[in-house]
C-alpha cells in the first residue's frame, strides 16, 4: 500500500495515538525504515502536494513547534496512512525526513517511493497551484553592510591589539647570545609588520566603503513610498554623490525627525574620512604629505642627521606609514557619525533597522516590497546516524 499513493489517507485520532505507543521491537527500536531526502524530494513540492491533499500540516512536530517563529528543527509533519502501515513525513529546514513505520525499506524501494510520490504530483496539479498561490516568496538578501562591517572588525581587532609600538632599542649583540637575541627581535618586529601594514592598508580602503553602504542600507530600508514605486528615481537617488544622499535622508526617507547637520562634529569627521578615500583609492603620492624621512646626500654618500641601527630604524620609520592610530580614528569616526544618523530618526524605525545591521541575511518579497528578518541569527540542525538519499547506493534514473 506505500506505492498506491491513491490510497493513503488520513488516520482517525485513534490511530494517530495508537501510533505514538506502538510495539517496539525487542532491541527498543520501533520498526521500520527513515530516509532524509534532501536531493531527490523537494520540500516546496511535498508541502504543496500534502496540503492539497490532507489540508493543513497536522502531525505531532506541529502541534510541539514554535508557533509564530521559523526558529524551529521541523516546520511541519503528515501522519499517513497506507493500508496496515504509517507514514511519517516531516518538513524540516532543507530537508525531507520520511518514516516508513512497520516495513523495512530497500535502496530501491525508496527509489520507487520517490517516483511514486512524484509522479502522483500531476494528479492534484490544480490543487497544488492554488497552495503556491497562497504562498508568500521571499527573496533572501545578503546584507553587504554587514559583510563589510565583519572584514572590517576583524582588521579592526588585528590593528587594536597591535596599537601599541613595539621596542625598537636594539639588543647588544656582544655575545653569541646577544646576537641571537637581536636576531629574534628583528624577526618578531617583521613578522608584526607584515599583519600590520596588510590590516592598517585594508581598513583604511575599506571604512570609506563601510560608511558608504550604511548609508545605502538606511536609505533602502527607510526610503519613501514614491522611491519603492519608482525605481528609477531610487537608483538616482543612491548614484548621487554621498554628501547629497547624506543631506538628503530626511527628504527622501521616512523616519528622520530633522536632517543632518554640515556643521556638527561628527558629520565633519565622516566627511574627512570620504575625502580621503579617492586620494588612497587612486594610490596618489604627495611627497611632502608621504615623507617619512628626510636624508642629505652628497653625491651618492647618504647622511641621516641622526645615526641608529639601520633594519630597526627601517621598521620604527614604517610606523608613520601604518599610520595605525590614524587608521583607527578614522574607522571609529565613521562608527559614531552612524550613531548621530540613527539619533536623528524615530525610535521604532531605529530599533528595526539597528535589528536588521546584525544580520548577515535578510528577507525581501518583490511582490509587496516589504522586507523582514526571515531566519535566527544562527543556524542548528540535529546531527543523528540517520541516511540521506544522496548517499544511497542505488541509480535514481
Same mark, same amino acid.
Given at each position: 500500500?506505500?506505492?498506491?499513493?491513491?490510497?493513503?489517507?488520513?488516520?482517525?485520532?485513534?490511530?494517530?495515538?495508537?501510533?505514538?505507543? +506502538?510495539?517496539?521491537?525487542?532491541?527498543?527500536?520501533?520498526?521500520?525504515?527513515?530516509?532524509?531526502?534532501?536531493?531527490?524530494?523537494?520540500?516546496?513540492?511535498?508541502?504543496?502536494?500534502?496540503?492539497?491533499?490532507?489540508?493543513?500540516?497536522?502531525?505531532?512536530?506541529?502541534?510541539?513547534?514554535?508557533?509564530?517563529?521559523?526558529?524551529? !528543527?521541523?516546520?511541519?509533519?503528515?501522519?499517513?496512512?497506507?493500508?496496515?502501515? #504509517?507514514?511519517?513525513?516531516?518538513?524540516?529546514? /532543507?530537508?525531507?525526513?520520511? %518514516?516508513?513505520?512497520?516495513?523495512?525499506?530497500?535502496?530501491?524501494?525508496?527509489? /520507487?517511493?520517490?517516483?511514486?510520490?512524484?509522479?502522483?504530483?500531476?494528479?492534484?496539479?490544480? =490543487?497544488?497551484?492554488?497552495?503556491?498561490?497562497?504562498?508568500?516568496?521571499?527573496?533572501?538578501?545578503?546584507? *553587504?553592510?554587514?559583510?563589510?562591517?565583519?572584514?572590517?572588525?576583524?582588521?579592526?581587532?588585528?590593528?587594536?591589539?597591535?596599537?601599541?609600538?613595539?621596542?625598537?632599542?636594539?639588543?647588544? /649583540?656582544?655575545?653569541?647570545?646577544?646576537?641571537?637575541?637581536?636576531?629574534?627581535?628583528?624577526?618578531?618586529?617583521?613578522?608584526?609588520?607584515?599583519?600590520?601594514?596588510?590590516?592598517?592598508?585594508?581598513?583604511?580602503?575599506?571604512?570609506?566603503?563601510?560608511?558608504?553602504?550604511?548609508?545605502?542600507?538606511?536609505?533602502?530600508?527607510? /526610503?519613501?513610498?514614491?522611491?519603492?514605486?519608482?525605481?528609477?528615481?531610487? =537608483?538616482?537617488?543612491? +548614484?548621487?554623490?554621498?554628501?547629497? *544622499?547624506?543631506?538628503?535622508?530626511? !527628504?527622501?526617507?521616512?523616519?528622520?525627525?530633522?536632517?543632518?547637520?554640515?556643521? %556638527?562634529?561628527?558629520?565633519?569627521?565622516?566627511?574627512?574620512?570620504?575625502? +580621503? *578615500?579617492?586620494?588612497?583609492?587612486?594610490?596618489?603620492?604627495?611627497?611632502?604629505?608621504?615623507?617619512?624621512?628626510?636624508? &642629505?646626500?652628497?653625491?651618492?654618500?647618504?647622511?641621516?642627521?641622526?645615526?641608529?641601527?639601520?633594519?630597526?630604524?627601517?621598521?620604527?620609520?614604517?610606523?608613520?606609514?601604518?599610520?595605525?592610530?590614524?587608521?583607527?580614528?578614522?574607522? %571609529?569616526?565613521?562608527?559614531?557619525?552612524?550613531? &548621530?544618523?540613527?539619533?536623528?530618526?524615530?525610535?521604532?524605525?531605529?530599533?528595526?533597522?539597528?535589528?536588521?545591521?546584525?544580520?548577515?541575511?535578510?528577507?525581501?518579497?518583490?511582490?509587496?516590497?516589504?522586507?523582514?528578518?526571515?531566519?535566527?541569527? %544562527?543556524?542548528? #540542525? #540535529?546531527?543523528?546516524?540517520?541516511?540521506?538519499?544522496?548517499?544511497?547506493?542505488?541509480?535514481?534514473?
Amino acid at each position: 500500500m506505500i506505492f498506491d499513493v491513491e490510497q493513503w489517507r488520513k488516520p482517525s485520532p485513534d490511530e494517530m495515538i495508537a501510533f505514538i505507543h +506502538r510495539i517496539k521491537e525487542p532491541e527498543g527500536n520501533p520498526s521500520g525504515s527513515i530516509l532524509v531526502f534532501r536531493r531527490h524530494l523537494s520540500p516546496l513540492s511535498v508541502y504543496k502536494y500534502l496540503v492539497a491533499r490532507f489540508g493543513a500540516p497536522y502531525g505531532f512536530q506541529t502541534l510541539a513547534k514554535r508557533q509564530g517563529d521559523s526558529d524551529n !528543527l521541523f516546520h511541519w509533519d503528515y501522519l499517513i496512512k497506507a493500508g496496515p502501515l #504509517m507514514l511519517w513525513i516531516q518538513g524540516g529546514n /532543507r530537508d525531507v525526513h520520511v %518514516h516508513v513505520s512497520g516495513k523495512k525499506m530497500k535502496p530501491k524501494d525508496w527509489v /520507487r517511493f520517490a517516483k511514486t510520490l512524484k509522479s502522483d504530483f500531476a494528479r492534484w496539479g490544480a =490543487e497544488m497551484s492554488k497552495v503556491a498561490a497562497a504562498l508568500e516568496k521571499w527573496n533572501i538578501v545578503s546584507n *553587504r553592510y554587514v559583510m563589510v562591517a565583519d572584514a572590517c572588525a576583524q582588521f579592526h581587532d588585528l590593528l587594536t591589539d597591535e596599537a601599541q609600538a613595539p621596542d625598537f632599542t636594539p639588543q647588544k /649583540r656582544r655575545t653569541e647570545a646577544g646576537i641571537k637575541r637581536y636576531q629574534r627581535q628583528i624577526e618578531k618586529i617583521g613578522e608584526r609588520a607584515n599583519r600590520v601594514f596588510s590590516a592598517s592598508l585594508s581598513l583604511d580602503l575599506i571604512t570609506p566603503v563601510l560608511a558608504e553602504s550604511f548609508v545605502n542600507m538606511i536609505i533602502f530600508l527607510a /526610503r519613501k513610498d514614491e522611491l519603492k514605486r519608482n525605481p528609477r528615481q531610487y =537608483e538616482q537617488y543612491i +548614484r548621487q554623490h554621498i554628501d547629497t *544622499r547624506v543631506f538628503d535622508l530626511h !527628504l527622501k526617507c521616512d523616519a528622520f525627525t530633522a536632517g543632518v547637520d554640515p556643521e %556638527h562634529e561628527d558629520y565633519k569627521a565622516f566627511k574627512r574620512v570620504m575625502d +580621503r *578615500r579617492n586620494y588612497n583609492l587612486h594610490g596618489n603620492i604627495d611627497p611632502a604629505k608621504d615623507a617619512i624621512e628626510t636624508v &642629505y646626500f652628497d653625491k651618492f654618500t647618504p647622511l641621516y642627521e641622526q645615526g641608529a641601527d639601520p633594519i630597526l630604524e627601517l621598521f620604527r620609520k614604517k610606523e608613520a606609514v601604518f599610520d595605525i592610530s590614524g587608521v583607527l580614528r578614522r574607522y %571609529h569616526d565613521v562608527h559614531s557619525f552612524f550613531q &548621530y544618523v540613527l539619533g536623528l530618526m524615530e525610535s521604532n524605525a531605529r530599533k528595526e533597522i539597528e535589528f536588521l545591521m546584525d544580520d548577515s541575511e535578510f528577507g525581501f518579497d518583490i511582490k509587496r516590497n516589504r522586507l523582514g528578518r526571515l531566519f535566527a541569527s %544562527h543556524e542548528a #540542525m #540535529m546531527l543523528l546516524p540517520l541516511q540521506y538519499d544522496d548517499e544511497l547506493k542505488v541509480d535514481w534514473q
